[in-house]
Nanobody, 125 residues
Framework: QVQLVESGGGLVQAGGSLGLSCAAS????????MGWFRQAPGKEREFVAA????????YYADSVKGRFTISRDNAKNTIYLQMNSLAVEDTAVYYC??????????????????WGQGTQVTVSS
């Protein structure tokens, strides 16, 4: 059974940094794109960042560009999200996701086949 397990969420002050990890098990995703989404209270889930299978190509939402960095370690079947200069607006549940096939769409939630349970990130002012 495929599982994506996020870790690293927590409480941080505005301007601070936090790192998230997502470990996959049950199958390898080394050939497929993986990404992060987030959902703030009262809002729809939105795309944050994605990384292609090799880790060479990365994609970011405009709201996090320059502050967040996504990376992956295929040997560990794990992706990471380093979040710097965090703002109160970054408060959300962060979800790891994986595509189960080669797809051209990067940010579409519906193109991701596997999801983690989410980890809470809270940024205080």
């Amino acid at each position: 059974q495929v599982q994506l397990v996020e870790s690293g969420g927590g409480l941080v002050q505005a301007g601070g940094s936090l790192g998230l990890s997502c470990a996959a098990s049950g199958r390898t995703f080394s050939r497929y794109r993986m990404g992060w989404f987030r959902q703030a209270p009262g809002k729809e889930r939105e795309f944050v960042a994605a990384v292609n299978w090799s880790g060479v190509s990365t994609y970011y939402a405009d709201s996090v560009k320059g502050r967040f960095t996504i990376s992956r370690d295929n040997a560990k079947n794990t992706i990471y999200l380093q979040m710097n200069s965090l703002a109160v607006e970054d408060t959300a549940v962060y979800y790891c996701a994986a595509q189960g096939a080669v797809r051209s769409v990067v940010a579409g939630e519906g193109t991701y086949d596997y999801w983690g349970q989410g980890t809470q990130v809270t940024v205080s002012s």
